[in-house]
């Protein structure tokens, strides 16, 4: 009995793992770099640790998205370093946080923010992104800001069972971009 793998064509035999030899791969992927993809937006506005921006770069890729990210002094120099692509990457620049996500949210984009909230859906539950979506990551100690929490249309949750309070601004981002972006 052979498998239907995502892309409709037939899979390994059940019970058979089969990769899949790089000329494949290539031929799924995107030729070349876009310019801006700007249906999928990660926000990590407040951001910590310079690495983790450079690991968010390089999802955001993954799943076509862009990354907005705020005009803080040593940004610029932490996407460099980070940037482990061949190619420049769709970054937005952000002046003012809540007042950018004020002025997307007003022309019509979703705003999804990472945060623990009463109201806040499972990530398991979190649909694909259908309309230009922005999806916010807060401070990883303090989360979203209060001016900005206003301004979501929908928190999602990721659970965790382990003693940490949140997992760090590129883990968080990758899981809610992948889901986001309709590959999980």
Known sequence: MTARTGTGRPGPPAGKIRTRPRRELRRDRRRRSHSCWDHL???????????????LLRTCDAVGACLAVPRFPWVPEALERG????????????????????RQRSEGTRVVGVELADEAVRLADLPAARERTIAVLGHEQHGIPPDALDLLDLAVEIPMV???HSLNVAVAGSL????LAGLL
């Open 162 to 164: 382990g003693t940490g």
């Open 41 to 55: 937006i990660a926000a990590p506005l407040w951001p910590l640790h310079g690495a983790n921006l450079g690991t």
């Open 83 to 102: 940037n482990t692509l061949r190619r420049p990457a769709c970054v937005h620049w952000v002046n003012d946080p809540a007042g950018w996500l004020a």
């Open 176 to 179: 809610v971009l992948y889901k």
